[in-house]
């Protein structure tokens, strides 16, 4: 096993540039937790970058902290299988020559793990055995390192979501020239950077596909290799054409509201199954699950919930909907917002997406369309009413105004207006989680 075809900075002292891209926002985030004994363990979907930030972070270990090269130990699953314990056995033999080679400060990137069989274990082991040995773990499917990391390393792991890059991040690589404190007097730039970003999904390497060859890369390198490889190596499937199919319906039917009965029917499958496919499409960080809002959460797991596509690239990629059409847009902020949860009562009044801090709730309603009247409305200010909420956000088409009668307070904000929306979500989270 030569590990130096991992390591080209072990010869060289640096990373080679090509391996490097954009410096990442999450990296100011990441490097806080480097310093403490805990694993960092970055999950993400297929092609969001993990890779990429963990070259990244080697090379500020490199030019920043000036760690000796021969420190930093890479090594990818995906690429080629061995065991832990003997990959560092190796690396102290071929690199190391110590007689107490990890008596000193070593970093070791494990780059797609939850393809290394019993891995959690084989890492516990490791974590215990050497005080002295940071590990960053990277990982594509969210329920290998999510449930394998918190059933056998409790207490020895941050884990952190990595995703495509950020509207924000999209714009520098782009270079475009925007005033963030001025956005709205880039309406028109802003507007066609957002059709391209919900076009590209923020998949970096995707940004020059022309159309053809993008809907090629979502649909083989990302849905399919999904769909039909990695969740059937991790689980039982019968019917991986139906998990594609699953995704089909997400793409045509944005936040479809899951009735597991007629999606048997459709699919010629039991409900229980169905189900069961649904998490896994889920865990693999392809779908995203939304439940009806109750103060009760096991009133919420019970009731009725909606499904969305987690990246704007895939529903386009599918062929069903524009890049910058309304349905585009909402599946953008079910995302952007992280939220767990919509409304919709017993009489059919609907609230797309409810913010939730402490104790209170920020509703939110997406409506892109020319003209937005007060009945447009009923749904969320019924929802403010029974709830007690004093502020609910609207993200329009073009509309910016506030709308105030009774105590409430509904702030319209288009949605290519993104630091504004930004800034309205966080003065909400922050008001009422960082007031104590």
């Known amino acids: ?44 979907v297929r092609r969001a970058g993990k890779t990429t930030i963990m070259y990244q972070l080697i090379n500020q270990l490199l030019t920043q902290d000036k760690v000796s090269p021969l ?21 102290a033999y071929q690199v190391l020559a110590s007689a107490d080679p990890y008596s000193e400060r070593t970093y070791l990137f494990l780059d797609e793990i939850q393809k290394l069989r019993d ?22 499917a969210a329920l290998v390192v999510q449930k394998g990391t918190k059933e056998s390393l409790a207490g020895r792991f941050f884990e952190f979501f990595v995703e495509p890059f950020s509207f924000e991040e999209f714009i520098e690589i782009r270079g475009a020239d925007i005033d963030k404190k001025r956005e709205r007097l880039y309406k028109g730039e802003l507007k066609l950077l957002f059709k391209d970003y919900l076009q590209t999904g923020g998949f970096i390497e995707a940004i020059e596909f022309p159309e053809a060859v993008l809907r090629k890369y979502f649909r083989e390198s990302l849905l399919e290799r999904v769909a039909f490889r990695d969740i059937p190596e991790s689980f039982s499937i019968a019917k991986p054409q139906a998990l594609f199919r699953l995704l089909q319906l997400c793409a045509q039917f944005p936040g479809m509201y899951l009735h597991y009965k007629n999606l048997g029917n459709d699919l010629k499958m039991d409900e229980r199954t169905i189900s ?4 896994y499409l889920g865990y693999s960080l392809l779908t995203k699950k939304l439940y009806n809002f109750s103060p009760n959460m096991l009133t919420s797991e019970k009731k009725l919930k909606r499904l969305y596509l987690t990246n704007t690239g895939f529903l386009w990629a599918l062929g069903y909907v524009e890049p910058d059409s309304p349905q585009a847009i909402e599946t953008y902020f079910a995302n952007y917002l992280q939220t767990n949860f919509f409304y919709r009562s017993p009489q059919k009044q609907e609230v797309d997406f409810v913010l939730t801090a402490k104790e209170k709730l920020l509703p939110v309603e997406v409506k892109i369309r020319d003209k937005i009247a007060r009945s447009d409305l009923r749904g969320m200010i019924s929802f403010m009413s029974k709830f007690q909420c004093s502020r609910g956000l609207v993200i329009s088409k073009d509309e910016e105004r506030v709308l105030k009668e009774g105590g409430i307070s509904i702030t319209m904000i288009p949605y ?13 989270t922050e008001h009422y989680l960082g007031s104590d």
């Not at 096993?1 to 390591?7: K, R, T």
């Not at 940071?134 to 594509?140: A, F, P, T």
Request: proline share 4%; hydrophobic share 40%; charged share 20%.
């Open 1 to 44: 096993m030569d590990l130096s075809l991992f390591n080209p900075w072990w010869k060289s002292s640096s990373v080679p540039p090509e391996l490097l891209g954009m410096e990442r926002h999450v990296l100011t985030l990441l490097r806080k937790f480097l310093g403490y004994r805990q694993i960092l363990a970055l999950y993400g």
């Open 71 to 91: 420190r930093i130990l890479y090594f990818s699953f995906d690429e080629h299988t061995a065991e832990i314990d003997q990959i560092l056995e190796e690396y």
């Open 119 to 140: 891995w959690p274990n084989q890492l516990k082991i490791i974590y215990d055995r050497y005080h002295n040995l940071k590990i960053v773990i990277s990982g594509s």
């Open 276 to 279: 069961n496919y649904v998490s």
């Open 416 to 428: 290519w207006c993104y630091w504004s929306i930004r800034k309205q979500v966080a003065e909400f």
